[in-house]
C-alpha cells in the first residue's frame, strides 16, 4: 500500500493502537504493599486476563489494522459493513468495555489508565476518520514532479515525458493520437481540403478537440470506477502519484494509471491539475 494514501486520522490510529499495545504490558492494577514484602507477585497486565486481552487491548488493535487494511481494498464488506466502518465498531467496543473495565476497579494501574486514553484516540480517530476535515487531508503531501537540473539548448524546463504540462508523448495507450512510423512526414493540408473535410464528431456528440488530456493528483485517496458501470472499483488512484485524465465523463474524469488501466474517478474535487 501506498503510504502517500493514508490520512492524518489513519495516523491517529496507527499511533494509538501502537500506545495501546504497549499498555497491555503494564499493570491492570495496583498493589499496596507492606514494608518488607515482596509483591511482585501479585502484579498482572492484560496478558495473564484473556477476557481484557481479547475484549479490549487486542479488540483494539485488530479495529485499527482493519481501519488501515481498507485502504490497500476499498470497497470490501464484512457482514454488510465496509472494512473501515467494521474496524471502527471494534474500536467503539474496546473504548465501552475499557470504560466499565476502569470504572469497576478499585485501583486502576498504569495498564488501564494508558489503555483508557488509547482507546479513546483510538475510535475518535476512527469513527471522526471520514467525518472532520482536518483528518481527511493526507499524511503526507503529493510533491510536484522534479524538474530537470539543466536543460537542454532551446529545451523549456519541466516539459518531456512523465511531466504535468508537456505535450503528450507520441504512442500506444493515448487517446487521440496516431502511432507514427520513425521518419515518416505528415503532409499539411490545403485550405480548400480543410474546408471540406467534416469535423467527426466525438461520442456523444462533443466536437473533437474539446478536452484536452491532462496530469492531475488526488488530495487522498479515491477509488477508480470500472467505465462498464460496476459498482466495485478497479483501483484505487492514491495521492503523490500523477495521473493522466484522458477524457471527461459527466462530472466525472476517464483516468489512467500507471499500468495503463482505465477507469472512472467520479469524486474531482480538490484534484491538483500539473
Known sequence: MNIRSLTRGDGVVIGAAVV???????DLFGVDCPKGIDCSGYSSNAWDSL?????????????AALVIVSRA????????????????????????????????????????????L?????????VGAPLVPALKAPLMGAPRPA???????????????G????????????????????????????AAAQQAAPQAPQAGGAPAGDFTPFWFAVPVARPLYGEDGAPTPIAELAPGTWYLAVEQRGSGLIAQTQDGRRGVLQDTTGIQRG
Open 147 to 161: 524538474q530537470p537540473a539543466q536543460p537542454q539548448f532551446g529545451a523549456q524546463p519541466g516539459q518531456g515525458y
Open 163 to 190: 511531466y504535468p504540462g508537456a505535450p503528450q508523448p507520441q504512442g500506444y495507450g493515448y487517446p487521440g493520437v496516431q502511432q507514427q512510423p520513425y521518419g515518416a512526414h505528415q503532409a499539411q493540408p490545403d
Open 118 to 126: 488509547a482507546t479513546i484516540v483510538l475510535a475518535a480517530g476512527a
Open 73 to 116: 481494498m476499498p470497497g470490501r464488506k464484512v457482514a454488510g459493513l465496509d472494512i473501515a466502518q467494521f474496524g471502527a465498531a471494534f474500536t467503539v467496543f474496546a473504548l465501552w468495555t475499557m470504560f466499565w473495565t476502569i470504572i469497576d476497579a478499585s485501583n486502576a494501574g498504569a495498564g488501564l489508565i494508558l489503555g483508557l
Open 51 to 63: 477476557s481484557l486481552l481479547m475484549s479490549i487491548y487486542l479488540a483494539g488493535i485488530i479495529g
Open 20 to 26: 495501546l499495545f504497549i499498555a497491555s504490558f503494564l
